[in-house]
């Protein structure tokens, strides 16, 4: 009886049991969601169970654009741009595409790991869904890329589709819409490329702000009018499209005087001739002031008749041309 003892070891109680089929079918219940039957890539274990990543269907590719990007129009009257795709697309060809399922094979019965080629490629429509959009849903700002560049593009098996990995643009062009003060905000106007001319899309209204105002103040008027042109960014930690950069009036101007200005005279009238390094300050061709240059006293530097022609330097503190040559009296 002792023999039979050691035979059968410990009790039935005190044995550890070994799951069944029904027992494991039942704890692959507790894994994640994500952990199914089939799925591939990197294991996560935890508390939950088993995670698994990169799910069979991921495909991967690289696309060539054979057009550019088209948004969607909402300049059409009468809601016409409703009908239209809200997310940019673009015709583009295929040159190559991963697929990560082990079972996709060649003929041959090895993996297949690419296809696809250059301009023999078969033409199809990718989208971009990382654009920005308004506040109606639609895509709107400038394209990211253009003809002829390339982009890697995910298979999205919900929408069925080629969708672009490329971030969008948040470099923008503006024109102001209302005159801006240093320091504060105005409206402006996304300024796209339309034809070879930059034209105002007053489709696209948004706020831009002068956090840099001190450095764009001193190449610029105190106020900067509308219609001036510059670049804005949009910053992460603000959320504000800020102004990188902003026309400015010219620089320097040549000027004939339109008054007599004397050794004791501190400003004249004064016409522009040209400018350069900005904008016209004279658009409306009423005339200047030019600033002249004191030396002790009630003296200043320069002296001429009407009709004497000088060189003018933007004053930022003054906001008006200063004198530094003109013509002998």
Same mark, same amino acid.
């Given at each position: 009886? /002792?023999?039979?003892?050691?035979?059968?070891?410990? /009790?039935?109680?005190?044995?550890?049991?070994?799951?069944? !089929? !029904?027992?494991?079918?039942?704890?692959?219940?507790?894994?994640?969601?994500?952990?199914? +039957?089939?799925?591939?890539?990197? !294991?996560?274990?935890?508390?939950a169970g088993v995670s698994f990543l990169a799910? +069979?269907?991921?495909?991967?590719?690289?696309?060539?654009?054979?057009?550019?990007?088209?948004?969607?129009?909402?300049?059409?009257?009468?809601?016409?741009?409703?009908?239209?795709?809200?997310?940019?697309?673009?015709? +583009?060809?295929?040159?190559?595409?991963?697929?990560?399922?082990?079972?996709d094979q060649t003929p041959s019965g090895e993996p297949i790991k690419s296809y696809g080629g250059s301009g023999l490629g078969r033409q199809q429509?990718?989208?971009?869904?990382?654009?920005?959009?308004?506040?109606?849903?639609?895509?709107?700002?400038?394209?990211?890329?253009?003809?002829?560049?390339?982009?890697?593009?995910?298979?999205?098996?919900?929408?069925?589709?080629?969708?672009?990995?490329?971030?969008?643009?948040?470099?923008?062009?503006?024109?102001?819409k209302e005159d801006l003060a240093p320091g504060q905000s105005a409206a402006a106007y996304l300024l796209p490329l339309v034809d070879g001319q930059y034209q105002p899309d007053v489709h696209v209204e948004f706020?831009?702000?002068?956090?840099?105002?001190?450095?764009?103040?001193?190449?610029?008027?105190?106020?900067w009018r509308r219609g001036?042109?510059?670049? +804005?960014?949009?910053?992460?930690? /603000?959320?504000?499209?800020e102004i990188l950069a902003l026309e400015h009036l010219a620089r320097w101007v040549r000027f004939a005087l339109t008054e007599v200005l004397s050794f004791q005279s501190s400003s004249a009238a004064a016409e522009v001739l040209s400018y350069w390094d900005?904008?016209?300050p004279d658009p409306q061709q009423q005339g200047i002031v030019?600033?002249?240059?004191a030396t002790s006293g009630q003296q200043y530097l320069f002296a001429g008749q009407i009709g004497a022609v000088g060189l003018g330097c933007y004053d930022p503190q003054e906001d008006k041309y200063r004198i530094v040559q003109l013509e002998c009296p």
């Open positions: 009886m /002792s023999t039979d003892r050691r035979r059968r070891g410990p /009790s039935a109680a005190g044995r550890l049991r070994r799951p069944t !089929a !029904a027992a494991a079918h039942s704890g692959a219940k507790g894994l994640r969601r994500s952990g199914r +039957a089939g799925a591939v890539g990197e !294991a996560h274990y935890g508390a799910p +069979a269907e991921t495909r991967l590719a690289l696309f060539e654009l054979v057009t550019g990007l088209v948004y969607p129009d909402l300049s059409q009257p009468g809601g016409e741009h409703i009908t239209q795709e809200p997310t940019p697309w673009a015709s +583009a060809r295929q040159l190559w595409c991963h697929h990560f399922h082990p079972q429509v990718i989208y971009h869904p990382g654009a920005l959009h308004g506040r109606h849903g639609y895509a709107v700002g400038h394209p990211a890329v253009g003809a002829g560049q390339r982009v890697f593009c995910l298979w999205n098996r919900q929408s069925g589709r080629w969708e672009m990995l490329t971030p969008p643009l948040r470099l923008w062009r503006f024109e102001l706020t831009v702000h002068d956090a840099l105002s001190g450095m764009l103040r001193g190449r610029g008027p105190s106020q001036t042109r510059g670049y +804005a960014r949009l910053m992460p930690d /603000s959320g504000r499209w900005g904008y016209d030019v600033l002249n240059c």
